[in-house]
């Protein structure tokens, strides 16, 4: 929300009434209470900001409403809006999602684009109705999905496009200049709330399959398995391409080393590891962590401890 936020503030002609974001949370490891980011750089630019525990009790509902906005620009914020509150800006609220809608649909867009190994990935800016993500489109626009992209790094990008897109959108709309086109329905798809069990790898699933999904939950929730009943996080891998051996002959999840590469054997191909970290360990690369625990090799992984 941080750079639609700042794109915004930037706009000639447009007054920012209030900043409304999440209350003060506990964050990092001494759990201090501490502002959002949101909040932090609105009191930098003299915004005002307002931090209600939500807005679904009549009382925030009224003092949204003596704000007199014309409208709502909704990014990120963590609450989904009932229609008392979408009624209260006489132009509407509008979302910059991080989706190409009706793709990804739902609270997970960006981690959807990588699980499904699009190649593209996108921001929509939409009207909101009721629904979850199904209003009317503003503007869209996408980028390319790189090997190297995950959540976090995706998402970084487009949060910078959506501010461009909103930066470009936001007057136009207000000037009456964009029809809203309705979403296919027929052609969305959902993503959920991810949840720290989502992370654990089933290595009978396909190889690159798996490769998405290191990728789209770095770095949340991340991905797991076991190794010797103790819990092991795998905090990087890819598809093995040109691995020499045949993940058919092994049961999924052995663990195979050839040079300086340690792959797993999958239900379709091989998984390289990158970095692992054990339980209670630091984390190290794989061909280092093999180095200090030799039985590794050979091994199967997501199996009980004997």
């Not at 759990?31 to 909040?39: E, H, L, Y």
């Not at 684009?113 to 209003?135: K, P, Q, S, V």
Request: with cysteine; hydrophobic share 40%; proline share 7%.
């Amino acid at each position: 929300a941080l750079p639609s936020l700042e794109a915004v503030a930037a706009l000639n002609g447009m007054e920012i009434v209030c900043v409304v974001t999440q209350p003060d949370r506990p964050a990092g490891r001494g759990q201090s209470t501490r502002p959002s980011a949101v909040k932090a750089r609105a009191l930098e630019l003299g915004l005002p900001v307002w931090t209600p525990e939500n807005l679904k009790e009549p009382e925030t509902q009224a003092r949204l409403r003596d704000l007199a906005p014309d409208l709502l620009v909704v990014v990120a914020y963590g609450e989904i809006l009932r229609r008392v509150v979408l009624d209260i800006p006489r132009r509407g609220a509008i979302n910059v999602h991080g989706s190409l809608l009706p793709r990804h649909r739902g609270a997970a867009p960006v981690q959807g684009a990588l699980l499904a190994g699009d190649e593209e990935a996108g921001i929509t800016i939409m009207l909101m109705d009721e629904g979850m993500d199904t209003g009317p489109m503003l503007a869209k626009r996408s980028i390319p999905v790189r090997p190297d992209h995950t959540a976090a790094t995706l998402a970084g990008d487009l949060s910078r496009l959506g501010a461009d897109l909103l930066a470009e959108t936001l007057p136009r709309w207000l000037a009456g200049e964009i029809q809203p086109e309705p979403q296919d329905d027929s052609a969305a798809t959902k993503t959920r709330m991810l949840k720290k069990e989502h992370g654990r790898l089933d290595w009978s699933r396909p190889a690159r399959e798996l490769a998405n999904q290191v990728r789209a939950f770095d770095p949340w929730p991340g991905t797991f398995t076991t190794w010797r009943g103790q819990h092991l996080k795998v905090l990087g891998a890819r598809e093995a391409l040109g691995w020499e051996a045949s993940s058919e002959q092994a049961v999924p999840g052995t663990v195979a080393q050839q040079g300086e590469r340690v792959s797993v054997a999958t239900g379709e191909g091989w998984l390289e590891l990158h970095e692992v970290q054990l339980q209670g360990k630091k984390a190290l690369a794989a061909r280092e962590f093999v180095n200090g625990y030799r039985d590794f090799v050979g091994s199967v992984l997501g199996e009980e401890a004997p």
